[in-house]
C-alpha cells in the first residue's frame, strides 16, 4: 500500500491548494484555531465539484472544547453528516466521547449507521487521544466499524506518541486504517512511516496571511504573535515539500 496524504484545510481555497500539491484526500473543517469545526455547505459543495480528483472528508464537529455532546448537539451532527453524506464524498471526521472518556458507543453506532447507509465511511477523528484506555477505545471502534482512526498517539505531536502509534499499527492495522496526525512535516514523516509502518499522514501544512483589517478599533485577532493580524491556510510549499518527501521515500 502506498503512503496517502491528506492535508487539513479550513477552506475551499485550501481544497484546491492541496490538490495542487498532490494530497490524496482532504479534511474539510472550519475554525482550524479551535481544532476544527462543521466546514459550511457551500465548502463541501465547491470542493466535491471542483476537486473531484481527491476524496473529501468534512469534519462534523458542532462546537469546540470537548467531545461529550448532548442530544441537540447529536441531532446536529447527524443533521449535517446527512447532509453531507448526500454528496460525493468519502465519508465524515467525528469523535464522541462518554462523560468518563470512553467512546461514546451509542452515538457512535448511529454515525457509523448513517455513512453505512449512504454508502460512506466514518473516520473516528483524535477525540481518540482524549480517551482513558486506547486499546479498549480502538476494539471498540472496530467493533462499531469504524474504517479509520486519526491519533497522535495521545500527545501533542505524533513524534512524541510513536511508541503507542507502533503499538496499536502492530495490533490493530489490519483491522482498522490507522491515520497519524499532529505535527506531521516534511521533516518527520519518513520517520514516522519507518518506525511505525503506518501508510496514512494527516497535515495542516499551516502559514499565516496578512488581511490588514483585522486589528483596528477593536481587535478580532486570534493569531499569536507576530501575526496577530492574520489567518491561518494551507501553505502550498508546505503541502508540496511534504508530498515530494513521501514520493521520493
Known sequence: MSIKIEICCGSFEDVLTAKRAGADRVEINSALYLGGLTPSLATVEL???QCKEIAIVPMVRPRPGGFHYNDLEFQTMIQDATT???LPIEGV?????DEYGDIQIEQTRKMVQLMKDYGKIAVFHRAFDCVKDPYKAIETLIELGVKRVLTSGQK??????????IDLQKQYGDQIEILVGGGVNETNIQTLIRKTNIRQYHSSCKTWRNDPTTVGNVSFAYAPSPDESAYDIVSFEKAIALVEVVKKG
Open 47 to 49: 470542493a466535491t465539484e
Open 93 to 97: 471526521a467525528f469523535g464522541c466521547l
Open 84 to 86: 453531507f453524506a448526500k
Open 156 to 165: 501533542p505531536k505524533a513524534m512524541e506518541g510513536i511508541e503507542l502509534l
